[in-house]
Every structure is written in C-alpha cells, then in structure tokens.
C-alpha cells in the first residue's frame, strides 16, 4: 500500500513573506466575525488558539455557545484557555474526508469513537492487525 502524505514548506528566505500576506488577512478577518457573530465556532486548533488571543486582547468580540478544534488537537492547558477566551464549551472533533464524524471528545477530553457508524482496526507498520 503506497503511503501519500502532503508536507508544505517555505522556500529559504521567504519566512518573512509568509508572515507578512498572512498578517495582512487579519483585521478583515476579526472585523468579518465580529460583524457575523458565528453561534458556533469550529476550526483548527492552531487557528482556534490565534482567534483566542485576538478574543483575549478585545479585537475580536464574539461569543460562540461552542467552540469545535477540528483537525489537530491542543494542548490540555489550551483548551482551557480558549474556553476561557471565548466563555464556552471546547470540543475536538477528530474525522477524515471518508468519515467526518469519527470521533468527539468529553468533558474530560477523551476522544471517543462513535461505535454506530466506525469501525477502527489497529494495525502495525505493515498495516497488519
């Protein structure tokens, strides 16, 4: 079985290009959700932590009844300061493009699989049970 994965990388002097079209989107950004006031909010975890920190410094004002980490996780710590930040519930929701609702986590953070609709096999390296 061919293994595929997709590794983005900045070319050698350009970190600062990166930083600067990027930056660029953020006042819009801000202004957009705070004129929308999305009831839920649910993005990436590295994206859900630089929305707290705009949330924390009163830029962006916006109160989701629930945030969703989608994608990659946080850490322990982060949860509780997004939740702080936006005075919700934190969940994390892990999926595939196959399966978007393989798993959701609980109060105490545990992801659990969602046994009605997944079937998940553990296989070693050689993608043998």
């Not at 350009?14 to 600067?20: A, C, D, L, Q, T």
Request: hydrophobic letters at 40%; a negative charge.
């Amino acid at each position: 079985m061919a293994k595929l994965a997709f590794k983005m990388k900045l070319y050698p002097g350009m970190k600062e290009e990166y930083k600067r079209r990027h930056n660029e989107i953020w006042p819009e950004l801000v202004a957009e959700l705070n004129k929308f006031q999305p009831a839920v909010l649910m993005s990436y975890g590295t994206m859900t932590k630089l929305l707290a920190g705009e949330q924390e410094a009163g830029r962006l004002r916006i109160s989701p009844v629930l945030t969703i980490i989608t994608a990659e996780g946080l850490a322990l710590d982060e949860y509780d300061r997004v939740a702080g930040a936006f005075s919700t519930k934190v969940g994390n929701l892990y999926a595939a493009s196959e399966c978007p609702f393989m798993s959701y986590c609980c109060e105490q953070k545990w992801l659990h699989i969602n046994a009605d609709w997944v079937v998940v096999e553990p296989v070693d390296a050689n993608y043998q049970p």
